[in-house]
Each structure stands twice: as C-alpha cells, then as structure tokens.
C-alpha cells in the first residue's frame, strides 16, 4: 500500500493530509506524519549576502587667521564583502558612523569621521574607519580610514587605511603647498597638493554604479578659487568668508577645507547597503528597500537591525 501526501499551508504552519495506496506510507522530504498532523513551517534558505560598509567622513579645517590655510577632510572608509549558506533567522547588527564636527578656527581641531558596520551570526564583523580630520595651523592631517590634507609641506598629512586592511579602505590626505591646503584622501587615491579631494571608488550594489567615500578639498590662501572635493561626495573648499562644503551625506565624503576667515565643512554620514535574493522578516532603523533584478536593496542610512 502506497500513501500520498497533500501539502498545505495555514498561517505558519504546515498540514499534511494523505491517502493510502498498497499498504505504504511515504511522504516527501522523509518526514514522518499520521493524517491531519501539522508542524511549523520549515525556513527557505540556505541564502546570500553582498555589502558595502562605508564610515564618515572627517571634517574639513577651519581658519580664522589672515594667512591661513586648511586641509580639506579624509573620506569614510570604504569595505566590500559577502556571506554565503546564511539559515533563515540570521539577524545583523548595523552601525552607521556619523561625519566629522567641522573645524572653526585656525587653530580648532575639526572632528574624526565615525566608524560603520555590520555584525552578526554567521558573518565576519567588517568595520569602516571614520575618516581623518583636516588640518590647519598647529594641526596636523588626522588619521583615519582615508587621512586628512596637511595645511603646509611642514605639516605631517593624515595616513589612511588606519584599520590596516587588504584591500586598503583608503588612502593618505595630500601636504599642502605654499599657498593651498592639501586635499583630503578619498577610498580610490590619495589627496592633491593642488588641493583637490582624493577620488572615491565606486560600487554598483544598488544597481547603479555610484561613487562614495570622496575625499575633502584644501582651502588655497588669497584666493577666491573654489577647490573640488573628490568625486563620492567629498566638500568643496572656501576662501575669505563663509562656510566650506560639507561631505554629501550617505557618501562618507570628507568635508572641504576654508582658509582666511572661513568655517570648514563637516564630513558626510556613512552608509550600509546589504544585497540579497531573501526578503527580511524585519528591520530596525528604518532602511530604504529597493528592487534589482530580482535582488532586495537594503539601504542603512542610520544605525538599525535586519533579520532575515
């Protein structure tokens, strides 16, 4: 005799109801079930994740003084990976870092980007550095995921890549000449003497290619001339008055750097984007949720929870 098994579904629970054929009684998926029994809802799974963590960005130099100049702010770091064979009810942590406080005075210290991330069961940890502030007189560039510009060739720049990872997160921040600030460093290259933003690298997990983690652009002394920060994001610089761009927030780009009697920009916020063919059961932080080819898009623009 031979049984036949009839799936299904009520709620989140599965019914089987069967018939006999020549005294048999199998079923699939090897389970084992009188008639009528019920039992939870096996999870899909196992599935996959891609991500991009990016940190904030540092803040650019402020100046004050009459001859001063300003480094512009190092880029968010910027870190790439992916987790296969992930079970149904996996649950991640993300943090999204802040940017970094903009500097005021030529000799204030502008603020070190947060750092970003994501954690949890059945991944490795990945962490982004926040990016390093800019530097003016009597500050140094600072250190960071990407480093930030030095105000003068005297003046150390901003080493990047400070979390010491392969590939590297980011890049150095430039030294500045005799009349600009150097360049904040971006997650694709290093700053510019001539006071352009480091570039940032681009990522393509939402479905469009987009550059983030731009570095911040040096402040020139004299000089009404507009330095650009780094493609992803990074702040123009500002000379004589006013306030210097701020790192595009999301993008983990640095802040602009401002010279003579200007304010520098703030860096931009981070950003954690997770890619996957598995649909969440529930978020925290209230993430963005696109579609790509068939691919969820989860968007972190602020710290949150995602359980799969």
């Not at 904030?56 to 402020?62: L, P, Q």
């Not at 911040?216 to 004299?222: C, H, L, Q, R």
């Not at 994001?233 to 595009?248: P, Y």
Request: proline share 2%; aromatic share 6%.
């Amino acid at each position: 005799m031979r049984t036949r098994a009839n799936f299904g579904v009520i709620g989140n629970t599965r019914t089987i109801s069967t018939s006999t054929v020549g005294g048999m009684f199998s079923i699939d998926d090897q389970r084992v079930a009188t008639q009528g029994s019920v039992w939870p809802r096996s999870p899909f799974g196992p599935f996959s994740i891609e991500y991009l963590v990016v940190a904030g960005g540092g803040g650019g130099a402020g100046s004050n003084n009459g001859n001063g100049r300003a480094g512009g702010g190092g880029a968010g770091g910027f870190r790439t990976s992916s987790a296969a064979d992930l079970p149904m009810g996996t649950s991640l942590t993300i943090t999204v870092g802040s940017g970094g406080a903009a500097g005021t005075t030529y000799q204030s210290t502008a603020g070190k980007g947060e750092n970003s991330s994501i954690s949890g069961n059945g991944i490795t940890t990945l962490t982004s550095t926040g990016g390093g502030r800019g530097g003016n007189d009597g500050n140094t560039g600072g250190t960071g995921g990407s480093g930030g510009g030095s105000p003068y060739s005297s003046y150390a720049v901003g080493a990047g890549n400070e979390g010491g990872y392969t590939p590297v997160e980011g890049y150095a921040g430039a030294a500045g000449t005799g009349t600009t600030g150097g360049g904040g460093g971006g997650a694709g290259a290093v700053g510019n003497s001539n006071g352009s933003g480091g570039i940032g690298r681009v990522s393509s997990i939402t479905g469009a290619s987009t550059y983030y983690a731009g570095g911040g652009a040096g402040a020139a002394f004299g000089s009404n001339d507009v330095n650009s920060g780094g493609l992803g994001g990074g702040g123009n610089s500002i000379t004589n008055s006013g306030t210097a761009g701020s790192g595009t927030v999301n993008t983990g780009g640095g802040g602009g750097g401002a010279a003579t009697n200007a304010t520098g920009g703030a860096g931009g916020s981070g950003v954690v984007i997770i890619r996957t063919l598995a649909t969440a059961s529930g978020t925290t932080g209230s993430p963005t949720i696109t579609t790509d080819a068939g691919y969820k898009v989860y968007k972190f623009t602020a710290s949150g929870t995602i359980t799969f």
